[in-house]
């Protein structure tokens, strides 16, 4: 079965930088595609960024554009996300998630989600 474990969350100034990342076990990480979601208090969640599985090909929410940026190593098991000038309005909980299909991360199928990790942005 496979397991998706977000660790590096925290509080952070605004204007500062956090970097979350995701340790996954259990399936062929080479073979799946991997998401970043995020889910704030009394908001829809919602995708954050997207990284086939080779790394070729990402995708970001136009919030996060140009500050966000994911990366993965297939031969550690871990996608990382690295956040840079965060705003108080990234504050959520984010979710490190997985899918043979990158189609169903962009639309929030996957099939595999981590249980997430607690990002606060102070003002």
């Known amino acids: 079965q496979a397991q998706l474990v977000e660790s590096g969350g925290g509080l952070v100034q605004a204007g500062g930088s956090l970097s979350v990342s995701c340790a996954g076990s259990?399936?062929?990480?080479?073979?799946?595609?991997m998401g970043w979601y995020r889910q704030a208090p009394g908001k829809q969640r919602e995708l954050v960024a997207a990284i086939t599985r080779g790394g070729e090909g990402t995708n970001y929410a136009d919030s996060v554009k140009g500050r966000f940026t994911i990366s993965r190593d297939n031969a550690k098991n871990t996608v990382l996300l690295q956040m840079n000038s965060l705003k108080p309005e990234d504050t959520a909980v984010y979710y490190c998630v997985a899918d043979f299909y990158y189609g169903d991360i962009l639309t929030g199928r996957s099939d595999y989600w981590g249980r997430g990790t607690q990002v606060t942005v102070s003002s």
């Open positions: 259990g399936i062929r990480f080479s073979s799946v595609a």
